[in-house]
Nanobody, 114 residues
Framework: VQLQASGGGLVQPGGSLRLSCVAS????????MAWYRQAPGKQRDLVAT???????NYADSVKGRFTISKDNAKNTVYLQMNSLKPEDTAVYYC?????????WGQGTLVTVSS
């Protein structure tokens, strides 16, 4: 499975961005997809997950601000990010798990700064 992430950029605190992750395979068959992020000098952390049945889960730090969703017809997973904070600055990675194999996208940089 190839994953192509996009949508990152520079945004002011309090602003919004929407990340997209397009998969090369029909995502309705992928039981687990997620967004991770890695800030400079820090480990990669889980941000949000979505299952094939569209169940979602979020890191405490983004609950109420971020929303993960998917469009099976477009093979795309989204991460809507609102009320962005400087501490949300990171490279965001799309992730998929299929038949116990992990797949990663190339990452897209989100910078939150005034």
């Amino acid at each position: 499975v190839q994953l192509q992430a996009s949508g990152g950029g520079l945004v002011q605190p309090g602003g919004s961005l929407r990340l997209s992750c397009v998969a090369s395979k029909a995502i309705f068959s992928i039981n687990h997809m997620a967004w991770y992020r890695q800030a400079p000098g820090k480990q990669r952390d889980l941000v949000a997950t979505i299952t094939s049945g569209s169940s979602t889960n979020y890191a405490d730090s983004v609950k109420g601000r971020f929303t993960i969703s998917k469009d099976n017809a477009k093979n795309t997973v989204y991460l809507q990010m609102n009320s962005l904070k400087p501490e949300d600055t990171a490279v965001y990675y799309c992730y998929a798990n299929l038949v116990a194999v992990d797949y990663w996208g190339q990452g897209t940089l989100v910078t939150v700064s005034s």
